[in-house]
């Protein structure tokens, strides 16, 4: 078990400009999360995707943002025309269908911190 | 739609005194689960303990334990012992269970309270 990898760590981009995150999940979690977390507030759900399925989209979510899972493994999370207030830490999450009886906790990786300029 | 309250921005706490982080929840599913995470300076998400809506009995988790009251609502987290590595955000949070329970949703956050231990 090495963990969700996310990167990159760090991000710093121009308003306009379009960004790429990547996530690597659990090897054998089926199920894929991100999240979007502001300062000193909880972890805002973006989308989840079930293998390459795309389960569930946040109505809040703009149509600037657009997250993909091709292979059922690793996830891309698009934010076209970046605004500053899309300045936030992006986290990925994983977890199995049916782990460790009905728990099934989410396992975070460490984020992409994301600051527009 | 699932929403999670925590109240309390902040907690202090002595060290080795105990302490409750307290959290309400609404939801209209009949069955769904709690948990509670806690993040560090550092960042990272750490799960530290779960309460089925179902389950008989309080979840514990060595010094962590959840005082669930379904009819009010509510999912405390009760930390024993405080350490000075407590210090940190903590997180409650509700996932809905569906199709009898043998799928799962997403997991909805609370705001978080922040608990410092001082020495």
């Known amino acids: 078990d090495t963990g969700v990898s996310q990167d990159p760590r760090h991000k710093i981009t121009k308003r306009g400009q379009n960004v790429t995150f990547r996530c690597d999940p659990i090897?054998?979690?089926?199920?894929l999360y991100w999240y979007r977390q502001t300062l000193g507030q909880g972890p805002e759900f973006l989308t989840y995707?079930?293998?390459?399925?795309?389960?569930?989209k946040s109505r809040l979510l703009s149509d600037r943002f657009s997250a993909e899972r091709p292979k059922g493994s690793f996830s891309t999370l698009e934010i076209q025309r970046t605004e500053q207030g899309d300045s936030a830490m992006y986290l990925c999450?994983?977890?199995?269908?049916?782990?460790?009886?009905?728990?099934?906790?989410?396992?975070f990786g460490n984020g992409t911190r994301l600051t527009v300029t | 739609a699932q929403k999670i309250t925590q109240t309390q921005p902040g907690m202090f706490v002595q060290e080795k005194e105990a302490v409750t982080l307290d959290c309400t929840y609404d939801?209209?599913?009949?069955?769904?689960?709690l948990f509670w995470y806690k993040q560090p300076s550092s960042g990272e998400m750490i799960f530290l303990i779960y309460?089925?809506?179902?389950?008989?009995q309080n979840a514990t988790e060595g010094r962590y334990s959840l005082n669930f009251q379904k009819a009010r609502k509510s999912a405390n987290l009760v930390i024993s012992a405080s350490q000075l590595g407590d210090s940190a955000m903590y997180f409650c949070?509700?996932?809905?269970?569906?199709?009898?329970?043998?799928?799962?949703?997403?997991?909805?956050f609370g705001q978080g309270t922040i608990l410092t231990v001082h020495p």
């Open positions: 309460q089925g809506s179902y389950d008989q």
């Open positions: 939801t209209s599913d009949p069955s769904y689960g």
């Open positions: 999450a994983s977890s199995p269908l049916r782990g460790q009886g009905k728990v099934s906790p989410l396992h």
């Open positions: 995707f079930q293998n390459e399925a795309q389960l569930e």
């Open positions: 949070a509700m996932r809905e269970d569906l199709a009898g329970g043998t799928s799962y949703g997403k997991l909805t």
């Open positions: 090897s054998e979690h089926n199920r």
